[in-house]
């Protein structure tokens, strides 16, 4: 039956029968692909991203270069090796970590012992301009707060023209977080791409289908979750292990360094129940990735490697580290008890 509108005919749409709209369409085939059991939140994003919803931020980091990037080294590594992916993850993470963030970390470390190295001529400077501004105040009589404004001023001053002089900004002591914390989220999303199907290699088989039978021990599905919360936990522990050492190394921490170090700990902590809502394969990643940070702490920590890597001597460092730290560990948490 046709129906006239501005002096066309259209043919009406057909009418459903009564209660269709309400029935579910019916399932496409799979083909058969294995899925792995995640939560729905956890695979839910990868397709959010095309309507502008919540998860189309996720979505463009997800499809971003740098993932991608991430992605072909990780399918370059297996290809190549031809080891299974839970080898993979681990070879790559201990190459990268060794390759990229250990000179970057040496180099934090070169850069901080110089700046402590600056600090009793930093503390004699601060004694004669504070006098020098008294003297000042007195004769053309400041108030306090512009007697104070004009100290901090020209002190500001003086301590960078310091770190000018001997090269040691203490910002140049932070290009390690600005290198590090993005390669661990490309990493990341990487391996969540892998394990819930959203990247296929290029011969045409799954990475998904892979990463399901390539696990190790109690966990032999890289895409599932680890039930038994042994990989979460020892993330938890081994980041709680660094922050501690850190703490261990630092004497009269200031106020801001101990809130930092709390701030730290507590997301450590908090990372174990998330470590436990995702891939296994992500978490294997942070579990490597953490082992390395604190090998990497205790290597920095050696009089050997740091005149290696021609790390100033400070009145801080001891020929005897790994003894007092474990002493300080004692005397923390053992002997307390």
């Given amino acids: 039956m046709l129906c006239r509108l501005g002096g066309r005919w259209l043919r009406p749409l057909p009418v459903l029968q009564h209660g269709a709209r309400d029935r579910p369409l019916a399932p496409t085939s799979t083909g058969g692909i294995k899925h792995s059991a995640l939560p729905v939140w956890a695979v839910a994003s990868v397709s959010a991203g095309g309507s502008g919803g919540p998860g189309s931020w996720y ?178 522990i081994i980041n709680l292990l660094i922050v501690e050492i850190f703490a261990l190394q630092k004497i009269g921490m200031s106020r801001f360094q101990t809130y930092i170090t709390y701030f730290v700990r507590a997301v450590s902590v908090l990372m174990i129940p998330v470590a436990a809502t995702v891939p296994s394969s992500i978490v294997l990643y942070w579990l490597c990735s953490s082992l390395m940070g604190l090998s990497q702490n205790l290597l920095l920590r050696s009089p050997r490697f740091r005149q290696l890597c021609r790390i100033p001597l400070t009145k801080s460092d001891s020929d005897t580290p790994y003894k007092d730290l474990f002493a300080a560990f004692y005397a923390k948490f053992i002997s307390k008890k």
């Avoid at 001529?121 to 008294?134: C, G, W």
Wanted: charged share 15%; with cysteine; proline share 4%.
């Fill in 59 to 236: 979505e463009a980091l997800a499809t971003s270069a740098p993932v991608h990037g991430t992605e072909e080294v990780l399918l370059g590594v297996h290809t190549v090796t031809g080891l299974p992916w839970w080898a993979c993850i681990s070879l790559t993470t201990v190459a990268l970590r060794g390759a990229v963030t250990l000179p970057l970390a040496a180099y934090q470390h070169y850069i901080l012992a110089k700046v402590e190295n600056l600090q009793p001529e930093i503390k004699n400077i601060a004694r004669h301009l504070n006098q020098e501004v008294a003297v000042r105040a007195n004769q053309l009589r400041w108030s306090k707060r512009v007697a104070r404004l004009t100290y901090l001023k020209n002190m500001r001053r003086l301590v960078s023209k310091l770190y000018v002089r001997d090269n040691c900004h203490p910002f140049k002591a932070t290009v390690l977080v600005w290198i590090q914390f993005p390669m661990w989220i490309f990493m990341s999303v990487a391996l969540r791409n892998f394990s819930t199907g959203a990247t296929h290699s290029e011969a045409g088989f799954s990475v998904q289908e892979q990463l399901a039978t390539d696990g190790i021990l109690w966990f032999p599905d890289l895409t599932a979750l680890d039930s038994t919360w042994i990989l979460p936990i020892s993330v938890g």
